[in-house]
């Protein structure tokens, strides 16, 4: 695992896995929404947006959390070592599994 990407649904906790990855395996992490978003909303332009990630995904390695299905997921997909799908389900059971630790303590 060394260049890592997380892709799913909305609130599947896509960037909080990232994080904790990244701590795990000493990793840099890119938040696609903070890099895509300039300040004001303003989307960053096409040309550059994919530059961005053509230079991230050069790099030896590297977390992404992020879908933005543009021009760019094919080669996310393609430099990726490691690509995590998160689903809604997941993250609801992941919740209720941990509420339930904690209850049993």
Not at 5 to 17: A, E, H, N, P, R
Not at 27 to 40: S, T
Not at 71 to 76: A, Q
Request: with cysteine; aromatic share 12%; hydrophobic share 45%.
């Amino acid at each position: 695992m060394r260049r890592v990407m997380i892709i799913g649904s909305g609130g599947s906790g896509k960037s909080t896995l990232a994080r904790q990855l990244g701590k795990i395996l000493n990793i840099e992490v890119f938040h696609l929404d903070a890099i895509h978003w300039k300040p004001g909303w303003v989307e960053t332009p096409l040309d550059e947006w994919k530059a961005i990630i053509d230079e991230l995904t050069k790099k030896e390695t590297w977390i992404i959390d992020g879908n933005y299905g543009d021009c760019t997921m094919e080669t996310r997909i393609q430099a990726a070592d490691t690509i995590i799908f998160l689903t809604f389900f997941f993250s609801i059971f992941s919740l209720l599994w941990c509420l339930n630790q904690i209850l049993l303590i």
